[in-house]
């Protein structure tokens, strides 16, 4: 059963960072690309960020120099974490991982993250 498990969202100030991981289960999803998405309140969710089964990344632009995706480590291939640092308020979003493209019909809950002083 493919299952995504988004953890690490909370309430931050401007400038701050967080760190979000996910842990993908069902399939061995370091054969395949993964992304972050994020949907903020009354918007449609939006790839944040990509990374490949050979390792590149790709951002989209309002997040680049400030968000990095990566795998937790080599043994943890199933983990895929996304660390957030000058937040900004626009930032505030439910978070999402996912295979990129992504399975339609396996959203996890998402984790919230709110960024406001």
């Known amino acids: 059963q493919v299952q995504f498990v988004e953890s690490g969202g909370g309430l931050v100030q401007p400038g701050g960072s967080l760190r979000l991981s996910c842990a993908a289960s069902?399939?061995?999803?370091?054969?395949?690309?993964m992304g972050w998405y994020r949907q903020a309140p009354g918007k449609q969710r939006e790839l944040v960020a990509v990374?490949?089964?050979?390792?590149?990344?790709?951002?989209t632009d309002s997040v680049k120099g400030r968000f990095t995706i990566s795998r937790a480590n080599a043994k943890s291939k199933n983990t895929v974490n996304l660390q957030m640092n000058s937040l900004k308020p626009e930032d505030t979003a439910v978070y999402y991982c996912?295979?990129?493209?992504?399975?339609?019909?396996?959203w996890g809950q998402g984790t919230q993250v709110t960024v406001s002083s």
């Open positions: 069902g399939r061995i999803f370091a054969l395949y690309d």
């Open positions: 990374l490949s089964a050979r390792g590149d990344t790709n951002y």
């Open positions: 996912n295979k990129h493209p992504p399975l339609e019909y396996y």
